[in-house]
C-alpha cells in the first residue's frame, strides 16, 4: 500500500488515514480506495499508539461496510408487519408525527431517548441531548446505564475524578475483572511492553484466561465477591504498614475508620467468602503494595454486580493509601479536553422526574440521565409515569439489557419505537420505523485518548466514505429536529460546521486536525495536581469514608455485602439454582451484540456456548457439544457445552450479545446495585438441565 494521507473528503481512489471507531483502542488504519470501494485496509506502522496493529473486527471494516444485509434506505413496517423502504423524508415526518402525537396525549416524558454506542459516534449523544431537550421529556440515556457509569460515579465519590492506568510507567499492573486481550487488544499491547520491561502482573478474573495464564498471581476468585478480596487485600496492607502514610495522613479522611472495618476481614475469612486461598490473598497484597508506582485497571465486569459500586470504591481506597493517586505509573488524572458545551437551558421546566431521579439520586446526579435498566417498570406498569415511545440509536436492548425478556415485550408493547442501527437487529425487528446509520468510514467525529489510554491527545476521524444511501447521526438529529419545531437549537449548516464549534475554546479547527493525524496534544499531564489544588472532593481530600454516601442513605465505607443472588445470600434458592453462572466476558472479533453476520469474526467464534467444567459435567452426565438448558429465575435458555478446566466446577460462564442463546434472558432488572442501579448480570444463580430428547432420538 503506498503512503497514507489525510484530508480524503471527496475521494473516490487513493489511500487514506483513519482512525477505527469501532472501539476505544484508536487504532490507525490506512484504507486504500478505488473508485469508492474499500480494496486494501491496513494498521499505520507509523500510529503511536496501534504501531501498525488493527483486531479481527478492523481487518472486517469492509465486510462490514459492504454486508449485504446492512439497512441502506429508511424502512416502514407496513400493516402486515412486513417492511417498505421509504425516503428519508417519508420516515422522518412519520416520526415527527407520530412523536407529537403521544406528546400531545400524554407529555412528552412518555418519550424516552435511549443511545448507545453500536455504530453511532459518541459526539452522537451530544445532539441527541440536544434534541429530547428540545422536544421535552426528561428522559434521555445511554449505554451509562450498565457500563462505566458506576465506576465513574465511585472513583468521583472517593478522589473527585476518575483516574486512568499509566501501565507503561508501572512496577505492578493488575487487571481486576478486565481482560483487555479480547476488548481492547492496543492495550494489551501496552501492558505485554510493561510486563517486558519487569512490571508484576496480577489478574483478578473468576476464569483462567490466556491474561490470566501469563500472570505473576491470578486470583480465581468467585464471581460476585470482588469487594471481599479488595477488603482482604486492605486488611494485610494496613495490618503490615505497607500503605503511604504520608499520604494518608494528609489527604485522606475515614482510614481509622477503614483500618477498623477491614480489620474484620482477615485473608483466611476471606477465603470463606471468596475461595481465593489466604496465602494467595496476601501475596497478591504485597505484590501491589511494595511495587510502586503500581496500577489497578477496573474492568466493567466489577460494575456488574448488586454489590459493583461499593467494589470499586474499596479498589480506588486501595490505590489511594499505597500512594499510587496521580504519580507516573501509578493511576493518573488526565483532564478531557476543553470543548464547547452543547447544553443549553430550557426555559421549560420537567414536570415529571426523570426515570430512575427517586431511585438512584446519586446516578441522576452524576449522569443527569434516566436509569435505562427500569424502563420496564415504566412500560409496563407506567410507574412513575408511563413510557409510550422511543428512540433507540446504535443500541440493542433485546439482546444487552438485563432481563432481556421482560424488555423484548416491554418494547414490543410501545406504541411507537424508533430504531437507528447499521443492521436489523433484535430490537430493530420491534420498530415502527427503523432508518440506517452511517458508518465511522462515513462520518466525521472527534476522538480523544485521554480516558483510554492517559494521553491528553484530542484528533480528528474525518469521513473517508461517501456512503450515499445514510445520513450521519448527526445529521439524523438535525433533521428531525427541524421538522418537529426545534431547528434554532441545530444551528450548523454541517456536522464540520458543529465540529469546529466544539473545537472553538482550543483554538482548533477541523482543517487544523486534518494536519494532525495522530491527534492534538491539548495538555500536559503534571502529576500530583492535588498537591496544587486538592481533590475535587467536598473535604478536599480522598474520601474513604464518605459523607455524601451517608447523607442520601448509603454505607459511607466500602462495605461488603453478598451478591443478591449467591449460595451464602439466599441458600433456599441455591438449592435449586446451585451453578453460579456469570454471563457478558467480551470475544475480540463482537463488541456486544454486534458483528455476528460478518463472515471472517464469525469464523473466530462461531456459535455461543456455556463453559462447564469437565468434573461437573460428569457429575450431570453431560457432554461437549450437547445442547442443555440453562435456566435461572427469570427464564431459560438452550446453548450447546462446552467443557473446560478453565472454571471452577461451582461457576458457569455464557457470552452475550447472541440471539441464538440470548444470555439475557437470563440475567435480572429487578435487584439493582442500589447506588447506581446496575444489573448483576456477572453473578447469578443458575441450573443446568438435560435437553429432553424425544423418543425417537434417544
Ligand atoms: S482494537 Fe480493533 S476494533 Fe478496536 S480500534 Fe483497534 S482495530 Fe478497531
Same mark, same amino acid.
Given at each position: ?34 473508485n ?40 416502514k ?8 423502504e421509504?425516503s ?40 441527541? +441531548? ?9 428522559? =434521555? ?46 492495550l ?31 486470583l ?18 494496613? +495490618? ?19 483500618? +477498623? &472495618? ?25 505484590? &501491589?503494595?511494595?511495587? #510502586? ?15 459493583? =459500586? ?22 493518573i ?18 414536570? +415529571? ?30 410507574e ?70 492517559g ?79 486538592? =481533590? ?9 469514608y ?16 453478598e ?36 463472515? #471472517? ?8 456456548l ?26 431459560s ?31 435480572d ?22 435437553k429432553?430428547?424425544? =423418543?425417537?432420538?434417544?
Amino acid at each position: 500500500m503506498t503512503e497514507a494521507v489525510s484530508s480524503p473528503e471527496g475521494a473516490e481512489t487513493g489511500v487514506y488515514r483513519a482512525v477505527c471507531g469501532l472501539c476505544d483502542g484508536c487504532c490507525g488504519i490506512s484504507i486504500a480506495l478505488e473508485n469508492g470501494q474499500i480494496v486494501q485496509i491496513e494498521g499505520q506502522k507509523d500510529h503511536p499508539i496501534s504501531k501498525g496493529y488493527i483486531c479481527p473486527k478492523g481487518r472486517a471494516v469492509k465486510e462490514m461496510v459492504e454486508a449485504p444485509d446492512r439497512i441502506r434506505r429508511p424502512l416502514k413496517k407496513t400493516g402486515g408487519g412486513l417492511w417498505q423502504e421509504v425516503s428519508w423524508d417519508e420516515a422522518l415526518n412519520l416520526v415527527a408525527r407520530k412523536l407529537e402525537e403521544i406528546k400531545a396525549k400524554y407529555g412528552a416524558e412518555a418519550v424516552a431517548v435511549h443511545v448507545g454506542q453500536a455504530g453511532v459516534r459518541k459526539e452522537s449523544i451530544l445532539y441527541a +441531548k440536544r434534541f429530547y431537550r428540545a422536544f421535552g421529556t426528561p428522559n =434521555f440515556s445511554t449505554a451509562g446505564s450498565h457500563c462505566h457509569i458506576s465506576k465513574m460515579m465511585a472513583n468521583m465519590i472517593t478522589y473527585g475524578e476518575l483516574p486512568v492506568p499509566d501501565c507503561l510507567n508501572s512496577r505492578c499492573i493488575m487487571l481486576w475483572g478486565y481482560n483487555p486481550m479480547a476488548s481492547c487488544p492496543p492495550l494489551m499491547n501496552n501492558i505485554n511492553e510493561a510486563v517486558r520491561r519487569g512490571a508484576s502482573l496480577i489478574v483478578i478474573d473468576p476464569k483462567a484466561t490466556l491474561t490470566a495464564k501469563r500472570a505473576d498471581c491470578h486470583l480465581q476468585l468467585r464471581p460476585g465477591t470482588d469487594g471481599a478480596l479488595a477488603l482482604g487485600m486492605l486488611n494485610v496492607i494496613i +495490618k503490615e504498614g505497607l500503605y503511604d502514610r504520608d499520604f494518608v495522613d494528609k489527604w485522606t479522611i475515614g482510614f481509622e475508620r477503614l483500618a +477498623k &472495618y477491614v480489620a474484620d476481614y482477615p485473608p483466611e475469612k476471606v477465603e470463606r467468602i471468596t475461595w481465593v486461598t489466604a496465602d494467595k490473598i496476601k501475596e497478591a497484597a504485597r505484590l &501491589y503494595a511494595k511495587n #510502586s508506582p503500581a496500577c489497578i485497571y477496573q474492568g466493567i465486569a466489577l460494575e456488574l454486580h448488586t454489590n459493583g =459500586f461499593q467494589t470499586i470504591r474499596a479498589i480506588s481506597i486501595l490505590q489511594a493509601i499505597t500512594g499510587n493517586l496521580d504519580v507516573c505509573g501509578g493511576a493518573i488524572f488526565v483532564p478531557a479536553a476543553k470543548l464547547a458545551s452543547l447544553k443549553f437551558k430550557t426555559t421549560e421546566r420537567n414536570a +415529571k422526574p426523570v426515570i430512575g431521579q427517586d431511585e438512584f439520586p446519586l446516578f441522576y446526579k452524576h449522569t443527569r440521565q434516566a436509569q435505562a435498566n427500569i424502563y420496564t417498570r415504566a412500560i409496563f406498569e407506567g410507574e412513575p409515569y408511563p413510557i409510550k415511545g422511543m428512540i433507540v440509536a446504535g443500541s440493542n436492548p433485546v439482546l444487552t439489557w438485563p432481563n432481556a425478556g421482560k424488555v423484548k415485550s416491554a418494547l414490543a408493547s410501545l406504541e411507537f419505537l424508533v430504531v437507528v442501527d447499521h443492521f436489523m437487529t433484535e430490537t430493530a425487528r420491534l420498530a415502527n420505523v427503523v432508518f440506517p446509520a452511517a458508518t465511522f468510514l462515513g462520518r466525521s467525529e472527534l476522538w480523544s485518548t485521554a480516558h483510554s489510554f492517559g494521553m491528553p491527545k484530542i484528533g480528528l476521524a474525518a469521513a473517508v466514505l461517501q456512503e450515499k444511501y445514510n445520513m450521519s447521526d448527526w445529521e439524523f438529529w438535525k433533521e428531525l429536529a427541524g421538522r418537529m419545531g426545534y431547528g434554532e437549537y441545530f444551528p450548523w449548516k454541517s456536522e464540520e460546521d458543529a465540529i469546529n464549534f466544539r473545537l472553538e475554546p482550543l483554538g482548533l479547527t477541523v482543517e487544523g486536525l486534518k494536519r494532525e493525524p495522530f491527534g492534538y496534544t491539548y495538555n500536559k499531564w503534571a502529576g500530583k495536581k492535588y498537591e496544587r489544588e486538592g =481533590f475535587n472532593t467536598p473535604s478536599g481530600k480522598v474520601e474513604i469514608y464518605s459523607e455524601e454516601l451517608e447523607k442520601h442513605g448509603y454505607d459511607p465505607l466500602p462495605v461488603y455485602k453478598e451478591p443478591a443472588e449467591s449460595p451464602k445470600s439466599v441458600p433456599e434458592i441455591a438449592g435449586d439454582y446451585p451453578l453460579i453462572l456469570t454471563t457478558g466476558a467480551r470475544a475480540i472479533g463482537y463488541v456486544h451484540s454486534r458483528f455476528r453476520s460478518l463472515p #471472517s469474526l464469525r469464523r473466530l467464534s462461531p456459535e455461543p456456548l456455556v463453559e462447564v467444567h469437565k468434573d461437573k459435567a460428569g457429575e450431570l452426565k453431560i457432554k461437549d457439544g450437547e445442547t442443555v438448558v440453562v435456566e435461572t429465575l427469570r427464564g431459560s435458555i438452550e446453548i450447546k457445552v462446552k467443557l473446560t478446566d478453565k472454571v471452577d466446577p461451582r461457576v458457569i460462564f455464557i457470552p452475550h450479545g447472541w440471539n441464538d442463546a440470548n444470555a439475557n434472558i437470563l440475567t435480572d432488572n429487578e435487584i439493582l446495585d442500589p447506588v447506581s442501579g446496575f444489573p448483576a448480570a456477572r453473578a447469578l444463580l443458575a441450573r443446568i438441565i438435560k435437553k429432553k430428547t424425544c =423418543f425417537w432420538n434417544k
